[in-house]
């Protein structure tokens, strides 16, 4: 099975301050409304791959360790002298002899030699307990990192249920994450402790088995996926079928190629961009779609996906939806559409409400990506309404819209002595408003798309042809001191030589200002000859993006986060596929592994896994919002894109190097998708 390629530690060797990944180890129904992880720790960083001690299996919807969890649930079998403090409870366990995939997690507990083992749904998950043959106390603990949560004990002892208000933010006061758990054999006596309850079984237990279900709109709702989606089956049936969920989803993309461990890292970042965004609605006794919403705190019909950001994931994560998974793509529109008629806005971080993070407003980006590829389930209307907000609508409220729109519509800029990351926003905004164009005129309003693609031209405000960068300004019009190696201050999370390129929409514009072909060329050329230097600037420290651009040895590519990830593939706009393809396999061979420092930094969401699988495939999307690609250069002999229309795509990979898609050869390629039949390439 190709699951069998997938490592779920990858990437998880992560701290505070050097990250190959800050990934979970999770199993999950892709996208399921729960994911299932391993805690060795209580803060933030939920999991660390050296740690050999396990605090329990956790019940988590963490998107990152900068954004935190919420409505989270640990469980830990134990035996002998009750124990509740996670770090105290903790067991030793080998990874060498549990079992760890996708669907299915089996862990040895050696200081209670418990056997203990799941499997998840999208809502719920099914548990084996295997205790010792000893004449000890037997239990389970279940906690959650809040006080706000209630556990009601049925009087048979084989029902639990309750609540858990635990969040980071994004969560109104009324928000909680209800929950039902069937037990096979009765709890016998049980104790209260903050945050959570023991259970205590009978010592003659052997084996325990529990199930659980999860609703954030109720406990009569929890009880319903329940019984929908768990207590029909036994623990090995829906091992099962996770593991054919998961066949299904990976099969979506076939590689042939004798490196195993190509094959492993490619499957591997497949799973991780089946993972986000998560869904976060449900369906009633009648089958109805319904969801609670984090933005209003009321129950609504339709669905709704969370746990995502935007800044990161329009890049390449939804531009590959929009190609092998089309009908979900929808779906996410028709639920990111829903936050706004909830909320008032489109949101820019969402987890599972509005979550005050990075900049930009790439709902707009994502939005265009699917109009644009003809991507049904969605109103277009609706959509270019609630782009158009965030274009033209000032906003006080952290998180959502235009942070300093008056002055964008005024000076054609953000002013560095008003705005932060002045430089990043203005790019950010006009390449905003070149999608923005793009769906104004689908829907045939010339005259507001007149308006945008002037304003998508705004990069050019912040173009200083004096020093050949992208660089801050004042509100009257003067440039502010620059440092090629200053982070920070107009740029966020980056400096200089990792912001200057975030012009997709008008990369020969923007060649054109750099003085030509020959001489963009060379400017991304340097970017890998230039030492790895960096003033901390306005960050005031080395923050850990800083230090893992030096770790890399790329120079001044900072694979580690997004801004440069469109940065390669310009220079097939120089005129260079070449150097195209030299540099994405450095990047493909050289940064990603299938192993626990598989990621060169945060694989955000998605974001950095699908890089990966579009790069390693030979295609890259030429401009977020568009549907057109370049062709780069696949590391596998074959690779076969499977669409829902029953077409495909072929890349092929000749015996002299070169690569072909569907047959044609070729050096370097625009390709063109299109949202129906037609076109040599049959993309949908």
């Given at each position: 099975?190709?699951?069998?390629?997938?490592?779920?530690?990858?990437?998880t060797?992560s701290?505070f301050?050097?990250?190959y990944?800050?990934?979970?180890?999770?199993?999950?129904?892709p996208?399921?409304?729960?994911?299932?992880?391993?805690?060795?720790?209580e803060?933030?960083?939920?999991?660390n791959y050296?740690?050999?001690?396990?605090?329990?299996?956790?019940?988590?919807?963490?998107?990152?360790?900068?954004?935190?969890d919420?409505?989270a649930?640990?469980?830990?079998?134990?035996?002998?002298?009750?124990?509740?403090?996670a770090?105290?409870?903790?067991?030793?366990?080998?990874?060498?002899?549990?079992?760890?995939?996708?669907y299915?997690?089996?862990?040895?507990?050696?200081?209670?030699?418990?056997?203990?083992?799941?499997?998840?749904t999208?809502?719920?998950a099914?548990?084996q307990?295997?205790?010792?043959?000893e004449?000890?106390?037997?239990?389970?603990?279940?906690?959650t990192?809040?006080?706000?949560?209630?556990?009601?004990l049925?009087?048979?002892?084989?029902?639990?249920?309750?609540?858990?208000k635990?969040h980071?933010?994004?969560?109104?006061?009324?928000?909680?994450?209800?929950?039902?758990i069937?037990?096979d054999?009765?709890?016998?006596?049980?104790?209260r402790?903050?945050?959570?309850i023991a259970?205590?079984?009978?010592?003659?237990s052997?084996?325990?088995?529990?199930?659980?279900?999860s609703?954030?709109?109720?406990?009569?709702?929890?009880?319903?996926?329940?019984?929908?989606?768990?207590l029909?089956?036994?623990?090995?049936?829906?091992?099962?079928?996770?593991?054919?969920?998961?066949?299904?989803?990976?099969?979506?993309?076939?590689?042939?190629?004798?490196?195993?461990?190509?094959?492993?890292?490619?499957?591997s970042?497949?799973?991780?961009?089946?993972?986000?965004?998560?869904?976060?609605?449900?369906f009633?006794?009648n089958?109805k779609?319904?969801?609670y919403?984090p933005f209003?705190?009321?129950?609504?019909?339709?669905?709704?996906y969370?746990d995502?950001?935007?800044w990161?994931?329009?890049r390449?994560?939804?531009?590959?939806?929009s190609?092998?998974?089309?009908?979900?793509f929808g779906?996410?529109?028709a639920?990111?559409?829903?936050?706004?008629?909830?909320?008032?806005?489109?949101?820019?971080?969402?987890?599972?409400?509005?979550?005050?993070c990075?900049?930009?407003?790439h709902?707009?980006?994502?939005?265009?990506?699917a109009?644009?590829?003809d991507?049904?389930?969605?109103?277009?209307?609706?959509a270019?309404?609630?782009?158009k907000?965030?274009?033209t609508?000032?906003?006080?409220i952290p998180?959502?819209?235009r942070?300093?729109?008056?002055?964008?519509?005024?000076?054609?800029?953000?002013p560095?002595?008003?705005?932060?990351h002045?430089?990043?926003?203005?790019?950010?905004?006009?390449?905003?408003?070149?999608?923005l164009?793009?769906?104004?005129?689908?829907?045939?309003?010339?005259?507001?798309a007149?308006i945008?693609?002037?304003r998508?031209?705004?990069?050019?405000?912040v173009?200083?042809?004096?020093?050949?960068?992208?660089?801050?300004?004042?509100?009257?019009?003067?440039?502010i001191p620059f440092?090629?190696?200053?982070?920070?201050?107009?740029?966020?999370e980056g400096?200089a030589?990792q912001?200057?390129?975030?012009?997709?929409?008008?990369q020969?514009?923007?060649?054109?200002l750099?003085?030509?072909?020959?001489?963009?060329a060379?400017?991304?050329e340097?970017?890998?000859s230039?030492?790895?230097?960096?003033?901390?600037g306005?960050y005031?420290t080395?923050?850990?993006?800083m230090?893992?651009?030096?770790?890399?040895?790329?120079?001044?590519?900072a694979?580690?986060?997004?801004?440069?990830?469109?940065?390669i593939?310009?220079l097939n706009?120089?005129?260079?596929?070449d150097?195209?393809?030299?540099?994405?396999?450095?990047?493909?061979?050289?940064?990603y592994?299938?192993?626990?420092?598989?990621?060169?930094?945060?694989?955000?969401?998605?974001e950095?896994?699908?890089?990966?699988?579009?790069?390693?495939?030979?295609?890259?999307?030429?401009?977020?919002?568009?549907?057109?690609?370049?062709?780069?250069?696949s590391?596998?002999?074959?690779?076969?894109?499977?669409?829902?229309?029953?077409?495909?795509i072929?890349?092929?990979?000749?015996?002299n190097?070169?690569?072909?898609?569907?047959g044609t050869e070729?050096e370097?390629?625009?390709?063109?998708?299109?949202g129906?039949?037609?076109?040599?390439?049959?993309?949908?």
């Amino acid at each position: 099975m190709l699951s069998d390629y997938v490592n779920i530690f990858q990437g998880t060797s992560s701290t505070f301050t050097l990250s190959y990944g800050n990934t979970l180890p999770l199993a999950a129904i892709p996208r399921g409304m729960n994911h299932w992880t391993i805690q060795t720790s209580e803060e933030h960083w939920l999991f660390n791959y050296n740690e050999p001690k396990v605090q329990g299996i956790r019940m988590t919807h963490q998107p990152s360790p900068w954004i935190r969890d919420y409505s989270a649930l640990t469980f830990m079998p134990q035996t002998g002298e009750l124990i509740s403090g996670a770090s105290f409870r903790s067991s030793i366990y080998r990874k060498s002899d549990g079992v760890f995939t996708p669907y299915f997690m089996e862990l040895n507990l050696f200081r209670y030699r418990t056997k203990f083992s799941f499997a998840p749904t999208e809502r719920g998950a099914a548990f084996q307990i295997e205790f010792p043959d000893e004449n000890k106390e037997k239990r389970l603990i279940i906690s959650t990192p809040t006080d706000k949560a209630e556990f009601k004990l049925s009087t048979d002892g084989k029902r639990l249920e309750g609540y858990t208000k635990h969040h980071n933010g994004g969560m109104p006061e009324n928000g909680a994450a209800y929950f039902v758990i069937l037990f096979d054999e009765p709890v016998i006596s049980n104790s209260r402790f903050s945050g959570g309850i023991a259970l205590e079984f009978s010592r003659s237990s052997r084996k325990c088995e529990y199930k659980i279900a999860s609703s954030f709109i109720s406990i009569a709702q929890a009880e319903i996926n329940l019984k929908r989606e768990v207590l029909p089956f036994s623990l090995d049936e829906i091992k099962n079928q996770g593991a054919e969920i998961w066949e299904k989803h990976l099969s979506k993309i076939q590689i042939e190629t004798s490196n195993d461990e190509y094959r492993k890292t490619f499957y591997s970042c497949l799973y991780r961009s089946f993972i986000f965004p998560r869904k976060f609605h449900e369906f009633d006794i009648n089958k109805k779609m319904l969801h609670y919403s984090p933005f209003d705190g009321k129950i609504h019909e339709g669905p709704l996906y969370t746990d995502n950001g935007f800044w990161d994931t329009y890049r390449t994560l939804f531009p590959l939806l929009s190609i092998i998974d089309r009908e979900i793509f929808g779906e996410m529109c028709a639920g990111f559409l829903n936050a706004y008629k909830e909320g008032g806005w489109l949101p820019q971080w969402m987890s599972p409400g509005y979550r005050d993070c990075m900049i930009g407003t790439h709902a707009s980006a994502v939005l265009a990506q699917a109009i644009m590829a003809d991507v049904k389930g969605f109103d277009y209307e609706l959509a270019y309404e609630a782009m158009k907000k965030d274009a033209t609508t000032p906003s006080d409220i952290p998180g959502v819209g235009r942070t300093g729109l008056e002055e964008y519509i005024k000076l054609g800029y953000l002013p560095a002595d008003k705005i932060p990351h002045s430089a990043s926003v203005t790019m950010d905004y006009a390449a905003n408003d070149f999608c923005l164009a793009l769906v104004a005129e689908k829907l045939g309003r010339k005259d507001d798309a007149a308006i945008w693609r002037e304003r998508s031209k705004n990069y050019r405000n912040v173009f200083s042809q004096e020093v050949n960068f992208m660089r801050g300004r004042n509100a009257d019009g003067s440039w502010i001191p620059f440092d090629e190696f200053d982070w920070g201050g107009p740029y966020i999370e980056g400096g200089a030589w990792q912001s200057t390129w975030a012009v997709p929409h008008e990369q020969e514009d923007l060649m054109t200002l750099m003085g030509g072909k020959e001489k963009f060329a060379a400017k991304l050329e340097k970017i890998f000859s230039t030492p790895p230097y960096f003033n901390a600037g306005t960050y005031k420290t080395e923050i850990h993006e800083m230090t893992e651009m030096a770790v890399a040895e790329f120079g001044q590519y900072a694979h580690s986060n997004q801004p440069v990830h469109n940065v390669i593939y310009l220079l097939n706009t120089a005129g260079r596929p070449d150097k195209t393809r030299h540099w994405v396999r450095k990047v493909l061979t050289e940064m990603y592994n299938s192993g626990e420092k598989g990621f060169p930094g945060d694989e955000d969401n998605g974001e950095m896994a699908a890089w990966y699988v579009l790069s390693s495939c030979g295609i890259f999307p030429a401009c977020p919002g568009k549907t057109d690609y370049f062709l780069g250069t696949s590391l596998f002999d074959k690779a076969v894109l499977h669409l829902e229309n029953g077409n495909c795509i072929k890349i092929n990979r000749s015996s002299n190097g070169k690569n072909s898609i569907n047959g044609t050869e070729t050096e370097a390629l625009s390709v063109k998708i299109s949202g129906r039949e037609g076109l040599d390439l049959q993309i949908p």
